[in-house]
C-alpha cells in the first residue's frame, strides 16, 4: 500500500495556496515556476535552527530547492521575496 508522506492539514494547505499566489506561482528560492502543487513545500526563509520563527517567515518552494536549502542562512534574494509576500500577506499565520 503506497502512503503519502505528506500530511494534509486544511490551514497548511490553505497557506500552501496563498503564499503560491503572492508569489505569482513561483519558487522562492530559485524563482523558478512551481507546476506541480503536490511538489509544493513551505521553507522557513530563517530556519527554525538558525532561529526562525514561523511568523511571517514562509515561503513555497519545490521540494527539491527546499531540501538544498536545509538549515542554511537566507540569501538576499530570498528576503526580497519574503517581504513582498509579507506585504501581500500580512498575518500568513491566520491562514494556517
Ligand atoms: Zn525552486
Known amino acids: 500500500m503506497i502512503r503519502s508522506h505528506v500530511h494534509v ?3 497548511r494547505e490553505r497557506l500552501r ?4 499566489r503572492a508569489q505569482g506561482g513561483r519558487c522562492g528560492l530559485c524563482g523558478a515556476r512551481l507546476r506541480n502543487m503536490l511538489a509544493v513545500t513551505l521553507d522557513h526563509v530563517v ?17 527539491q530547492c527546499n531540501v538544498k536549502k536545509a538549515d542554511r542562512a537566507p540569501t538576499g534574494c530570498e528576503l526580497i521575496w519574503l517581504a513582498a509576500v509579507n506585504a501581500i500577506i500580512p498575518n500568513p499565520e491566520r491562514l494556517a
Open 47 to 63: 530556519p527554525r535552527a538558525l532561529g526562525g520563527s514561523f511568523h511571517g517567515n514562509l515561503l513555497a518552494a519545490h521540494l
Open 9 to 11: 492539514n486544511p490551514g
Open 17 to 20: 495556496g496563498a503564499l503560491y
